[in-house]
């Protein structure tokens, strides 16, 4: 499993999105740049991709046509000029963040007025958790053991490399603080696998017990 | 505890309550009208309280001032008069509908354009669970075994009489029929007790391991 069709999100992600025919787009935490090589094979005017990591961006550089232009920035204090984008994606990083709401005001001051902001992020089911990981109930029911949902802050994991923080905040708090920046909130989905991908992937199963994505459509409001 | 100063989430509900000062009112499953009779109160122009049960809306009567009309109705099948109420309002009921678009619609257009949806409803987190209740995992915590997210439908509780017929949907699925249904979202709040909550009564301090109530302010948008 390789790039954008390798995540098990993507088709409710692609559902989500405007036609991108002609749209200045950036995604924020780009990574590789699947999504920045999509959105310019799909029509893009303007493509830009940002990161925190050059040995990512280098990469994403090599396999990139030189239409795309890449920068290295931490999207805490990342600044984008006013009213020029047509869309702002981001898969997967928002939950990295400390300080979400000054994020989604950069966003929302780039976006041209109804423009699109689609985001992915942990969802806060999977997230709350102080011992994230998969219980059998007494019955053999896989379950998985939500605690301190309220408790918003800091999460230690330890994913790919241990000590990974994360910042876990109730799912209100996101849509509020989006709402509050200035965005309507135009669709949202709770990602869990469907029958098919199941059948191709047995082990995608457990994810119908629990959300692990959340996924966000909004639009700048004025 | 009684009445609404006895319902742990009022306070935050009224938080998103708008003045109720010369409002035409609604109030699904009104049960014994506190709330009808709190908007009275507070100056409301008008006030219709609708419930299934005739024994409730009969003790709602008698406890209340002529100036409130109350009517029996099942909410599925419920009919209002067009653009005709500032707010509708409904606590704790609508998890008990199978089919809510439908409710979603009535209430749509019953309401004046800008009028306001405010309602609490059990939180999914609450409802998914084939077994609910809590669980003490391994280091003493106390955790919400959270199943079955993404299986949408009937569950099977006792809650004051056995076998309650409820019908669990995931957050996004009631979150799109919103916006689907011509509302926007204003604000969503999922109930988790205060600190001084708690210390006036601290069984209450659980709930801020998993949210049980999910309270939503929507806007009727055209």
């Known amino acids: 499993m390789y790039g954008l069709a390798g995540a098990a999100e993507w088709p409710v992600i692609q559902q989500l999105l405007p036609d991108l025919e002609g749209k200045r787009i950036v995604d924020l935490g780009c990574g590789f740049g699947w999504f920045c090589r999509f959105a310019l094979e799909q029509g893009a005017a303007k ?3 940002v990161d925190i990591s050059e040995k990512m961006l280098s990469r994403a550089r090599d396999m990139s046509p030189s239409a795309i232009e890449y920068r290295r920035a931490d ?7 006013e009213s020029s984008y047509d869309l702002v994606y981001s898969s997967l990083v928002l939950h990295y963040l400390e ?16 423009g699109d902001f689609v985001f992915s992020m942990e969802h806060p089911i999977y997230m709350a958790p102080e011992h994230p990981g998969w219980l059998l109930s007494e019955p053999g029911t896989r379950i998985w053991p939500v605690s301190h949902y309220a408790e918003e802050g800091r999460r230690t994991t330890n994913w790919l490399t241990s000590g990974v923080v994360k910042y876990h905040r109730m799912l209100a708090t996101t849509l509020n603080m989006l ?25 995608l199963a457990e994810e119908r017990h629990r959300p692990m994505f ?9």
Chains 1, 2 share one sequence.
């Open 47 to 49: 493509v830009l991709g």
């Open 75 to 81: 999207l805490e204090t990342l600044t984008l000029p």
């Open 99 to 114: 300080h979400l709401a000054a994020v989604f005001a950069v966003v929302h001051r780039a976006l041209v007025s109804a």
């Open 179 to 203: 709402i509050r920046s200035g965005f309507i909130l135009c669709q949202m989905e709770e990602f869990a696998p469907t029958q098919e991908q199941i059948a191709a992937h047995p082990a």
């Open 214 to 222: 959340l996924i966000v459509k909004a639009r700048r409001d004025n």
